[in-house]
């Protein structure tokens, strides 16, 4: 994965390498942990229910576009609770926090792309080892929640509120991780299952993705319970492995799962949750055409017509479109009200109403899309012919030839927009050498056909809403992170092109999260996840202990269903 240095706030598409259907997890890194801009920021705050009114000296025309809450601590003090805030920050929680993770880096929970049924695949079990540890390192929290395992390895915790009537708070994180090939075991700094501690980082395959997001929220309800805190609102830690682990439930207040955390851009420094993901839809196209011997050929046989096809595809690429709702269009407006470097070509199509016209953010989309592909793909559906494969030897005609097209689509569109652009594109091929063409209606294929299915499809995420003009879900998440770092934190909606474990929970709630709170202002880079010398830096794993602790106690005073 690349590190974006520029402008970082994207959250690149980064599903698991191994990862081929929709019912396996697609990975969502952590975004960039960059190091903090010091520019000061000149900017208005809007007055909303429980927060007060600053003063707005320097008010932005733009900043009402992109509001931003007051920090938000917890109301609800004891002296336990303030002794748990001290000790989260003195050196002897780094020591235990940082052996507590090194452990939990050692146990090497790879899941590989080819696994067998659990019970018969031996390399499940390091799941068992991996839910022994914690029973082990966390007493605390296996005696006071309840503890469900769900396909065998899932593990959901629930710690009953007092009060049944509020909507739980659900905490997510995967306990797998992605495989170490062998052949770059070499290539690691620290063996990748080492958890070796350099004296800033934890190393190790699973360190910052997402072993850290797993042990700091069983960090945080440790110590939570430790301090006496008994929740009015329940709280559920659904932590899966490889599949859906969480079972029906009468909705959430709020959802989170790993994602984009805190990054520097326009000169300002964004945290970014991910409120929406595009969708995914694979397109597997058959082309049967007659074989025979190559001596005496067609002038085109199964693999110059798949070819034609995906020429064709490519020749008609989606172009770049905002439609209203896409969150990225809310962090360009937060950039142009809070970032001082923000482009003022960008900042002038944006303009300072609360609705851009049809035409200026068609010119708005052409120009961003040409900063870089990593934010044209935040507003453009996406195309790629992934796998092809035809013929079996060199004196045989091809009779069956396959391609495999994976396409995300863009928030707005849905997947079978891109059926219908496929079936058309499909259709002039099959007219021009008289094909039968079979498009997405499951029928069996025929001699001399062109044939499209889509094994795999997922609509872009129902978008999570991010109005603070009253106590919201987003409004209690802003506040503790601004709560946590600095005012000048500025909070902006963001955008995944990857796809998270969430995508089994849209029923439950709207207020769907993907973020990580941790950062560590110093940190450069993205701790190399998904490839060799992944590591976490030891400042960002406890600043998302503080920040799970604390979110979890302003979710339990927030008056929220
Ligand atoms: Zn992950």
Not at 233 to 255: K, M, N, Q
Not at 258 to 282: H, Q
Not at 504 to 527: E, M, S, V
Request: charged fraction near 20%; proline fraction near 7%; glycine fraction near 8%.
């Amino acid at each position: 994965m690349a590190t974006y240095e520029k402008l970082p706030l994207v959250q690149p598409s980064a599903q698991n390498p191994h990862s081929t259907t929709i019912s396996k997890r697609r990975r969502v890194p952590l975004l960039a942990i960059l190091s903090l801009s010091a520019l000061a920021l000149l900017w208005s705050n809007r007055v909303f229910g429980i927060f007060h009114e600053r003063e707005k000296p320097h008010a932005l025309p733009l900043a009402a576009q992109c509001p931003q809450v007051d920090p938000l601590l917890p109301q609800r003090q004891t002296d336990a609770l303030t002794l748990m805030e001290k000790y989260l920050e003195s050196s002897a929680f780094r020591h235990e926090t940082i052996a507590r993770m090194a452990g939990a880096v050692q146990i090497p929970t790879q899941s590989f792309d080819d696994m067998g049924p659990i019970g018969e695949d031996p390399r499940w079990d390091t799941m068992y080892e991996l839910a022994a540890y914690f029973e082990h390192k966390f007493p605390l929290v296996h005696k006071t929640l309840k503890l469900e395992k769900v396909n065998t390895h899932g593990l959901l915790y629930t710690w009953q509120g007092s009060d049944k009537d509020l909507k739980p708070t659900i905490l997510m994180a995967h306990q797998d991780v992605v495989p170490v090939a062998e052949s770059t075991i070499g290539q690691w700094t620290h063996p990748p299952f080492s958890g070796y501690y350099d004296g800033e980082s934890v190393w190790g395959r699973g360190s910052s993705d997402c072993k850290n997001l797993l042990v700091a929220t069983l960090e945080a309800v440790e110590l939570l319970v430790k301090a006496g805190f008994t929740p009015q609102r329940t709280l559920v830690l659904s932590f899966g492995f490889d599949e859906e682990t969480l079972g029906e439930g009468d909705g959430a207040a709020i959802i989170v799962d790993e994602g984009a955390g805190l990054a520097n851009a326009f000169g300002a420094t964004f945290a970014t949750p991910a409120v929406g993901e595009k969708g995914m839809i694979d397109v597997e196209v058959t082309v049967r055409m007659p074989g025979g011997h190559s001596s005496i050929p067609p002038p085109h046989n199964g693999i110059g017509v798949m070819s034609e096809f995906i020429t064709l595809v490519e020749a008609n690429l989606y172009e770049p479109h905002f439609h209203s709702e896409n969150p990225f269009l809310g962090l360009l407006q937060c950039g142009a009200a809070h970032g001082p470097d923000f482009p003022p070509e960008w900042k002038k199509l944006l303009g300072s109403g609360t609705t851009i016209s049809t035409k200026n953010k068609e010119k708005l989309a052409k120009e961003v899309a040409k900063f870089s592909d990593e934010f044209k793909y935040l507003f453009t559906t996406s195309v790629a012919v992934d796998i092809i494969s035809g013929g079996v030897k060199s004196n045989a005609l091809p009779e069956r030839t396959t391609a495999l097209i994976n396409h995300r689509v863009n928030v707005g569109d849905s997947s079978s927009d891109v059926q219908t652009k496929m079936t058309k594109l499909a259709s002039s091929i099959a007219k021009k050498y008289n094909l039968t063409l079979h498009a997405f209606d499951d029928e069996a294929e025929t001699p001399s056909s062109i044939s499209l299915k889509s094994p795999s499809t997922l609509d872009p995420a129902p978008v999570t809403p991010t109005e603070v003009d009253s106590v919201t879900p987003y409004s209690v998440l802003s506040g503790t992170t601004r709560a946590l770092y600095d005012e000048d934190i500025i909070m902006a909606p963001g955008l995944s092109t990857g796809n998270t474990d969430t995508m089994y929970y849209w029923d439950l709630t709207r207020h769907i999260f993907r973020y990580q709170g941790g950062w560590d202002p110093k940190q450069q880079g993205l701790g190399n996840i998904h490839t060799v010398d992944e590591h976490i830096s030891v400042l960002a794993h406890i600043n998302t202990v503080r920040w799970i602790s604390t979110l979890v106690r302003n979710m339990d005073e927030a008056s929220l269903p």
